[in-house]
């Protein structure tokens, strides 16, 4: 079984250690880790250390850190503009792009999304967003967490398109399939366009294909908004050195 991971401020040095507040918590009275049980701190910019737990309080647990070392990001970083789903299908969008490896997720309000973030609504939409790609990161045991963005507009999407080494637009109609592109072996950032149930708006794909992104298909069969990303990340891993 592996060890069950838990977020920290900031990495612990090696030696006795507390696992206090809210992460404590958890591990005391829901996981019930006990003495001789070990465990994974994680800072969620690639920091990790090894524990053993020593003894269990009421909300925290005092550790021994057996070893503590950093691990690079995986590259190329990739970022995943997501479409504004219907209902809770976001949330699910969010925990599977977490899960195989997004480093970046942003939402998008496109033209043809239903729906809409408006003022309260929208903080608790995006505050829901950022707690499932925290507590997805934890349970795919990732170092690196994912960054949620603020909510974007087509033209935020058109200038966050500019900047990265390569972008795909993931669209039913393309030709080119987006497992036949090569990235370059030197690439370092890789942007992915995840369009709304309705599909992307001419006008938006071509004010995206204006600052360099290429239209790509993922196959012969049209996924749902929600699912669409996470095939086109492991498409991307399989490309490049992120899963090798």
């Not at 969010?94 to 729906?115: C, K, L, Q, Y």
Request: proline share 7%; net charge neutral; charged share 25%.
């Amino acid at each position: 079984m592996t060890d069950p991971v838990f977020l920290v401020d900031e990495l612990p040095p090696v030696g006795p250690a507390v696992l206090d507040g809210p992460e404590g918590r958890h591990a005391a009275t829901v996981r019930r880790l006990g003495p001789g049980e070990t465990l994974l701190l994680a800072d969620g910019v690639g920091g990790r250390a090894s524990c053993v737990v020593v003894a269990a309080d009421r909300d925290s647990l005092r550790l021994d850190v057996r070893t503590a070392e950093r691990v690079p990001r995986p590259t190329p970083t990739v970022t995943v503009v997501q479409a504004l789903p219907k209902g809770d299908r976001g949330e699910a969008a969010v925990e599977m792009m977490t899960e195989a490896g997004a480093d970046t997720i942003v939402p998008w309000s496109a033209s043809r999304s239903v729906t809409r973030w408006k003022e309260a609504r929208g903080d608790k939409a995006l505050a829901r967003w950022r707690s499932t790609a925290r507590e997805a990161a934890k349970q795919s045991r990732r170092l690196w967490l994912p960054e949620v963005a603020d909510l974007a507009s087509t033209a935020d999407v058109r200038k966050l398109l500019s900047v990265h080494d390569a972008a795909f637009v993931l669209h039913e109609d393309a030709t080119a399939p987006l497992a036949g592109t090569s990235p370059a072996a030197e690439i370092g950032t890789i942007a992915l366009v995840v369009g709304p149930e309705g599909g992307i708006a001419p006008d938006e794909l071509e004010s995206f294909v204006q600052v360099g992104a290429v239209p790509v298909r993922l196959g012969p069969t049209v996924l749902r908004t929600s699912t669409a990303g996470v095939a086109a990340l492991a498409v991307v891993n399989a490309l490049t050195s992120r899963w090798r």
